[in-house]
């Protein structure tokens, strides 16, 4: 009888893990989740959540506490005797400079070139990171603008690949002719400057005026909270609701319920929110800028970031044209339902790993 090899020990280490602060806790969750799936032994050390390392708050930045803490000592990072280490990079991840016994692969989200061109502080960040992204075996970005981002920081195209994440699709619930409630928009997001929350508060009450029946719904938290409040408040028509943060089911819920989400991003690495909103039978208004070009093309309404206006414009066509909106939609469930799954997603990562071992 045939020898039954052991299953490949792969151990992921972010900072964001479950219940998620943002998009790389739902990457990590749903990527774990896909690779278990497979038969793959995977262990996590992760920032907060069931699988929390110990590490002292030195900067109170939680990410770069962890990084620092690993990269003084890698022994909680090689607890178990992984074959491969698979971090979560860029900003918000980690950054490892330490060589490790065994392959280091990278999923790089979005880059501090990509985020903070502009600032000198998270410019020497990406100094960092760029050099960590060098030291590993292989670097998967989650969409070719990511991977462009990350040549011209001098990462060897022989270590780039891209392999988008999975949507999951919950085709039970879905709403394949895209009707949700008449004029319901929806902005849901880290309320932080580079998701743009208080544009999409602008354009939505740019809405409202031109459609009297259109409501805004805006869900999240973050540092622009107080500032996106009153500027609800000051809406006189009372359309704009504050839905504060939701869990997971609330959030695919408002997704289904809306026919529009708007995703005025200053950038993105992938645009999860917007894959989403797309595998719900929402259509899709944002910025065109890196990232969600990538992921929304031709599937929703892209208008130069920035343009406020733009994006009510898109809103009202949307609002107004039904089978313009639901030929959209259509599109998009398709794109999503072809192109976009967990289980290729964790496919792609078990023959890269396996790839990187057999390099040695």
């Known amino acids: 009888m045939p020898v039954r090899q052991p299953a490949l020990r792969v151990r992921l280490a972010t900072w964001d893990d479950d219940p998620p602060v943002g998009g790389q806790g739902v990457y990590i969750r749903e990527l774990r989740s896909a690779l278990i799936t497979r038969g793959l032994d995977v262990t996590t050390l992760a920032g907060h959540g069931p699988f929390a390392g110990s590490y002292p708050r030195v900067t109170g930045i939680g990410h770069i506490d962890l990084s620092v803490a690993l990269n003084r000592s890698t022994r909680q990072l090689l607890e178990g005797g992984p074959d491969v280490v698979h971090a979560s990079g860029g900003p918000g991840g980690l950054q490892l400079l330490r060589s490790l ?9 979005h880059t501090y070139a990509q985020s903070h061109r502009r600032w000198r502080l998270k410019h020497g960040y990406g100094v960092i990171e760029a050099w960590g992204y060098r030291r590993a075996s292989m670097v998967a970005a989650i969409s070719p603008s990511t991977a462009q981002s990350l040549l011209a920081m001098g990462v060897p195209s022989s270590k780039v690949t891209v392999i988008s994440p999975g949507i999951r699709i919950d085709e039970s619930h879905m709403d394949d002719n895209g009707d949700g409630e008449p004029g319901r928009m929806l902005f849901v997001g880290r309320l932080e400057p580079e998701k743009g929350p208080l544009d999409a508060v602008r354009a939505m009450r740019s809405v409202i005026e031109q459609l009297p029946g259109a409501h805004g719904y805006v ?21 704009i609701t504050f839905l504060g943060r939701l869990s997971d089911e609330d959030v695919a819920r408002e997704f289904r319920r809306s026919q529009i989400v708007l995703v005025p991003s200053a950038f993105e690495g992938l645009g999860l929110v917007a894959l989403e909103a797309m595998a719900a039978g929402s259509a899709v208004v944002g910025y065109d800028v890196a990232g969600l070009h990538d992921t929304i093309g031709s599937h929703g309404i892209l208008v130069p970031h920035g343009d406020c206006s733009g994006l009510a414009t898109a809103c009202v066509r949307l609002l107004t044209n039904s089978s313009f909106r639901l030929d959209l939609v259509a599109g998009a469930l398709d794109a999503v339902r072809n192109e976009r799954s967990w289980d290729r997603c964790a496919q792609e990562f078990d023959e890269l790993y396996r790839f990187v071992l057999d390099a040695g």
């Open 101 to 109: 016994p065994v392959p280091l692969v990278y999923t790089a989200y």
């Open 219 to 239: 869900a999240g938290s973050g540092s622009l909270e107080p500032a996106v409040r009153d500027m609800i408040d000051a809406c006189e028509t009372r359309q």
